[in-house]
């Protein structure tokens, strides 16, 4: 496997609305991979395509991290179809580097999505599980973790914002 550059904040492709996984190809299966290898590397907990500067609606969750027992897992065209709940918690994310803020998400959520198999699968997911599903879903759907923060919140972060969007902008 590979790892894949991860394109930051500034980047125009983050900002986009991911276009659906309409056949689950070896290449498919080789990006699930790459981009497992490619939030490890980084010490992520969920990557989205799109992060990788790929628009397709997939990301991977490192489930690991949340049950031992468990192994990452890809998923494909996910939706939330129900939510329940509200809580606060600490996001980051590897797309804005040393930027945390707090983000009130549901706490509980019924969703569906394709495996890399290309079953259809429904669960109802909650607390750390669930808001990584909500954090990267957002993603396919060209929306940051800091679009969520309180406008307070983030005009604290304005000056490190500014900072990594200069940064990118030089590459």
């Known amino acids: 496997m590979a790892v894949l550059p991860i394109i930051k904040l500034g980047h125009p492709g983050l900002r986009k609305v991911a276009n659906p996984v ?24 969920g990557l ?15 489930l690991e991290l949340i049950e031992e027992e468990l192994a990452p897992q890809a998923y494909l065209n996910p939706e939330i179809l129900e939510i329940e709940g509200q809580e606060k918690m600490e996001e980051g994310c590897l797309s804005i ?26 669960e109802v997911m909650d607390d750390l599980l669930a808001r990584v ?12 973790f800091i679009d969520k923060l309180p406008v307070i919140q983030r005009k604290l972060l304005e000056p490190r914002l500014k900072q990594i969007r200069e940064a990118f902008s030089l590459l």
């Open 48 to 62: 989205a395509a799109p992060q990788v500067n790929i628009l397709k609606r997939m990301f991977v969750i490192d």
């Open 97 to 122: 580097p040393d930027v945390r803020g707090d983000v009130v998400r549901p706490f509980q959520i019924r969703v569906r999505y394709q495996d890399l198999d290309g079953q259809t699968r429904e």
């Open 133 to 144: 599903f909500q954090h990267e879903l957002d993603h396919l759907n060209g929306v940051l």
């Open 22 to 45: 309409e056949e689950i190809t070896p290449e498919i299966r080789e990006l699930a991979g790459n981009m497992i290898d490619t939030m490890r590397v980084n010490d992520g907990i």
